[in-house]
């Protein structure tokens, strides 16, 4: 079956770095990506990985390990706008989309 | 987590046909559905929301007599994409909520349209 998991909720403080970890089990795989999603707002692409190892985009990078199923999202120098869910999805073999639940990230001054 | 469903999960149709795309929320009751249009490693780009018995609320520039959205139950939302034509085609995915749209929201896995 197919099944991907993030944590529900983080904190963290202004100013530091943050992992978002996202976790699948997957038959099929065409590519797994992270969106933020402010409340009441479309989410926003970020990132998109297909070959395992780091992508660099700013303050957000990516990571992909596929022999371990396993993602991470990570924000540096946090900000009080990246206050918002941070959603992992696992694109499958027939390229449908398979949603986490979201990862609600509160930041503190 | 919660989970939405979407069907059919691709279709193919001719210039000129209607498609109808369902999206149901199999174990919560969603009072608020979103239909979203994705391009290629872009955002989604919201194209309506739309609260169960009421009409939709169209996102500007998004033809409300083109993309017809019904929401009859607290657990199905369909879109019909009439007169279709290729510039249509793209991937459409609906999002749910069993509250308001501030509340989170549940994705479902998409319908890749493709109009020839």
């Known amino acids: 079956g197919q099944n991907i998991d993030q944590p529900t909720e983080m904190t963290a403080t202004e100013g530091a770095i943050v992992q978002i970890n996202c976790t699948y089990q997957?038959?099929?795989?065409?590519?797994l990506f992270w969106y933020q999603q402010h409340a009441g707002e479309a989410p926003t692409f970020l990132s998109y990985?297909?070959l395992d190892g780091l992508e660099e985009k700013g303050r957000f990078s990516s990571f992909l390990s596929r022999s371990k199923g396993y993602s991470y999202l990570l924000l540096k120098e946090l900000q009080m706008k990246d206050s918002a869910s941070y959603l992992c999805?696992?694109?499958?073999?027939?390229?449908?989309?398979?949603w986490g639940a979201g990862t609600k990230l509160i930041i503190k001054p | 987590g919660a989970v939405v469903s979407q069907h059919p999960s691709r279709v193919i149709c001719k210039s000129g046909t209607s498609v109808k795309i369902e999206c149901r929320s199999l174990?919560?009751?969603?009072?608020?559905m979103f239909w979203y249009r994705q391009f290629p490693k872009k955002s989604l780009m919201l194209m309506a929301t739309?609260?169960?018995?009421?009409?939709?609320?169209?996102e500007q520039g998004v033809e409300k007599d083109k993309f017809l959205i019904n929401h009859a139950s607290l657990t199905l939302s369909t879109l019909t994409v009439t007169s279709a034509h290729p510039e249509d085609s793209s991937f459409y995915i609906c999002?749910?909520?069993?509250?308001?749209?501030?509340?989170?929201?549940?994705f479902g896995p998409g319908t890749r349209l493709l109009v020839l």
């Open positions: 999002g749910g909520t069993s509250g308001g749209a501030l509340e989170t929201q549940y």
């Open positions: 174990d919560f009751q969603a009072t608020t």
């Open positions: 739309s609260n169960e018995g009421s009409k939709a609320t169209y």
């Open positions: 997957t038959s099929g795989f065409n590519g």
């Open positions: 990985n297909v």
């Open positions: 999805a696992l694109m499958d073999s027939n390229y449908q989309l398979i």
